[in-house]
């Protein structure tokens, strides 16, 4: 069941303010997923809550896994308008996704409320730094931190073609683990799958 969506969610996902991009819409390379699956394993079912077409979800299905696929903005894939900040009950026992850059923090606070198994979040490797997040992470059960060697290529509205150049921001997917307690371990995942 989902309440009025969430004010802030629905502005960040309306209008990108640095590039003017209505949606703020950057759609997840399947490379960059398949990158994850190398390296990590889910148990059970996955809820995808900020789908867009479908890109990360279609990788995780082909990969064996039933996926939960939803967004706020309807794009055609899965089931919108569905506002995961708002969200009471999970859907699925892990959560992996590409949030919306101005809400990571959120995101992730709701998928450790929503899961009993893993969360994968694909994230800035900025995400690390910030004075608040320090003591925040050390909170949570963050178990590794997948730095993506090559630069992912992301775009606008679209996903990345043989044409494009590799991105100018180093990405990482976190791996959140309930149960988990230490301190997380931060490896890479080397090559050049992007190209």
């Known amino acids: 069941m989902s309440r009025k969506p969430n004010t802030a969610y629905a502005k960040a996902q309306t209008v990108d303010h640095e590039n003017g991009e209505e949606h703020g819409f950057y759609p997840t390379h399947p490379s960059a997923t398949r990158a994850l699956l190398s390296v ?37 894939y899965g089931e919108a308008p569905v506002d995961f900040l708002r969200q009471f009950r999970s859907r699925a026992p892990n959560v992996c996704t590409n949030p919306p850059f101005h809400l990571a923090q959120p995101f992730v606070n709701a998928a450790l409320q929503h899961s009993t198994g893993k969360v994968a979040m694909f994230l800035r490797l900025a995400f690390l730094e910030g004075q608040r997040r320090g003591p925040w992470f050390r909170r ?54 992007f190209r």
């Open 40 to 76: 990590e394993s889910f148990d059970g079912p996955i809820w995808e809550p900020a789908c867009g077409e479908g890109d990360l979800s279609r990788v995780l299905i082909d990969a064996g896994y039933d996926v939960v696929s939803t967004d706020l903005i309807d794009r055609g």
């Open 140 to 193: 949570t059960p963050l178990r590794r931190v997948w730095v993506l060697s090559d630069r992912v290529p992301m775009q606008r509205s679209r996903i990345a073609d043989a044409d494009d150049r590799g991105g100018v921001l180093a990405f990482a997917w976190f791996v959140w683990e309930h149960g988990f307690e230490g301190a997380p371990t931060i490896d890479w995942i080397e090559g050049k799958p």
